[in-house]
C-alpha cells in the first residue's frame, strides 16, 4: 500500500501517491518492453489495477518486490500468440483507451466490456482510427461504445485524422501501441486538441522508456515503425490531482498546507490549477518536490479549464467560498467522464444552497451564497466525491453517499483526508 505521511498542526505536510496517469503509461510502456521493468511509487488503485490485469492477460508478469512493481514485459512475443479472451475494464476509460490499440496489435479475439456507465462513453473515433490504420475493430452494438469486439492481427500503420474535441486519450492510445505497428504512424488533429498536457505526459514516458515522437506542436503526431520499449527502473511522480484537493483545502480555510513528492516543473497539467488559485488570491510556495499553498480571502474568476478538465469539480468546490462569481469555459467533453460532470456539479451544489447555473460547455458559480448541509450523491464518480469533500470542511452536515468510489485514483484518500483535517 502506498504510505501516506501526516506532520499535525496548523501546517499540514501530506505526502501524495503517484499519478494515475503515469502510473498508467508506464505500465503499458514496461509491459511490452522486453524484459525486466521496476517501476517505483506506482499508484495502485481500482483504475490501474485494471490496467494491469489486462496486461497480465496477455502474457506480462508482475510482482512485488516490497514496494516497487518488478514486471518481465512481453515486447512483440504476445503477437504470435492466438488470444481469446473477454476483458472487463470496470469505469476505467483510460484503461479501456489505451490498451483497445495494445489489444488490436495481438492475433486473437477479444471482448472488451465495462459498467453500465463505461458502456454509454464514446469510442468511436478511436475504433474508426484503429480501422483507418488496418485493425479489425467494431462495437458490438454498432454505436460507437462499448463493448468492443477485436478480432485483429496487428495494426499495419499509415496515416489518420482525428477530432482534437472529444479526449485526448485516443491520441495517446495510438502514441502507446504506435511503434509496434507494421508500418509508420502518423496522427493528426482535427481542430483543437482538449486535455493537450495528457499527451505531453504520454510523449515523456514513451521517451523515458526509449521511444521517440516526432511532432508539430499539437497538429501533427508520428511515430516510427520499429521501435521498441526498454525495459528500465522508472519512478513515477505524485499525483498533481489527487494534490489538488489538499490545495483547495488550504484555499477554503486558510490554512497551509504542503504536499510532497509534488514536481511543479512536471509535466501534469493539473499543476496550471495552482496559478487559478493564485489569481483567486491563495498564497503559493513551489519548491522542486514539493508545493505549499495557504489560503486567504478568495475572489472568483473566469478561466479556460480546457486543459485540465479533472480539476473542475476542485474548482467549483473553491468557488462556492470566493466573493463574486467563477465562470470555469470549455469543458463540454467534461459530460463524459465517470459522470456527466456539469450537471452533476450543478445537482449536487444545489442540494447544498449552492447558486450554480450550467451551460453546455461551461458552469457559473456564485460565492456567498448561503450553505447547508444535505445528502449528496457524488454520482460514482470519485472526483465529485473528494471535492465534495472540500465543501464539507466548511459546511457541516455534508453527507457523501458511497465514499468508497475514490477508490478508482486515492484509495488512501479518506485515511488521509481524517488524518489532516479531523472528523
Known amino acids: ?43 495502485r488503485c481500482e483504475d490501474t489495477r485494471y490496467t494491469a490485469h489486462v496486461l497480465e492477460a496477455i502474457g506480462v508478469k508482475m510482482e512485488r518486490n516490497g514496494d516497487p512493481l518488478v514486471m518481465e514485459g512481453i515486447g512483440e512475443n504476445t503477437w504470435n500468440q492466438p488470444w481469446e479472451k473477454a476483458l472487463y475494464l470496470g469505469n476505467s476509460g483510460t484503461s479501456f483507451r489505451l490498451l483497445l490499440p495494445v489489444l488490436a496489435l495481438a492475433k486473437g479475439a477479444f471482448l472488451m466490456t465495462g459498467t453500465p456507465r463505461m458502456q454509454e462513453r464514446p469510442m468511436g473515433p478511436l475504433v474508426d482510427a484503429l480501422c483507418q490504420l488496418g485493425a479489425e475493430v467494431s462495437c458490438v452494438n454498432d454505436n460507437g461504445r462499448p463493448p468492443i469486439r477485436i478480432t485483429s492481427d496487428g ?41 493537450k498536457p495528457y499527451v505531453d505526459v504520454t510523449i515523456d514516458v514513451m521517451a523515458a522508456f526509449g521511444v521517440r515522437v516526432e511532432r508539430q506542436g499539437y497538429t501533427r503526431f508520428s511515430v516510427s515503425a520499429g521501435q521498441q520499449y526498454q525495459p528500465r527502473d522508472y519512478t513515477v511522480q505524485g499525483d498533481v490531482s489527487s494534490a489538488s484537493y ?33 489569481a483567486m488570491g491563495c498564497v503559493v510556495n513551489r519548491e522542486s518536490d514539493r508545493v505549499s499553498v495557504s489560503g ?9 479549464m480546457g486543459a485540465m478538465p479533472d480539476m473542475v469539480p476542485t474548482l467549483a468546490a473553491v468557488a462556492l467560498f470566493a466573493e463574486g462569481k467563477t465562470t470555469i469555459r ?6 463524459f467522464k465517470e459522470s456527466d460532470r456539469l450537471s452533476a456539479v450543478t445537482e449536487e451544489w444545489r442540494k447544498l444552497g449552492g447558486k450554480v447555473e450550467e451551460f453546455e460547455d461551461s458552469l457559473t458559480v456564485y460565492g456567498g451564497e448561503r450553505l447547508f448541509g444535505a445528502k449528496v450523491d457524488p454520482h460514482d464518480d470519485h472526483r465529485l466525491a473528494m ?26 484518500f479518506w485515511d488521509l483526508w481524517k488524518g489532516v483535517f479531523g472528523g
Open 1 to 43: 500500500m502506498n504510505r501516506a505521511k501526516i506532520t499535525p498542526g496548523d501546517h499540514h505536510v501530506v505526502t501524495i501517491p503517484g499519478s494515475k496517469s503515469i502510473t498508467h503509461r508506464a505500465l503499458i510502456a514496461g509491459g511490452l518492453a522486453a524484459g525486466k521493468t521496476v517501476l517505483r511509487n506506482d499508484l
Open 155 to 195: 495494426i499495419l500503420g499509415g496515416t489518420v485524422a482525428l477530432p482534437g474535441d472529444a479526449s485526448s486519450q485516443f491520441f495517446s492510445a495510438l502514441l502507446l501501441s504506435g511503434p509496434y505497428a507494421q508500418e509508420d504512424v502518423e496522427i493528426t488533429v482535427k481542430g483543437d486538441l482538449v486535455s
Open 246 to 278: 489538499f490545495w483547495a483545502a488550504a484555499a477554503i480555510t486558510g490554512r497551509t498546507v504542503t504536499t510532497r513528492n509534488i514536481h511543479p516543473e512536471g509535466r501534469q497539467g493539473d499543476i496550471r490549477l495552482l496559478k487559478v488559485f493564485e
Open 296 to 304: 486567504g480571502p478568495l475572489t472568483g474568476v473566469d478561466v479556460d
Open 330 to 335: 470549455n469543458v463540454g467533453h467534461l459530460r
Open 387 to 412: 471535492s465534495l469533500a472540500v465543501v464539507g470542511l466548511k459546511v457541516p452536515g455534508v453527507l457523501i453517499q458511497n465514499p468508497t468510489c475514490v477508490n478508482k485514483s486515492f484509495p488512501e
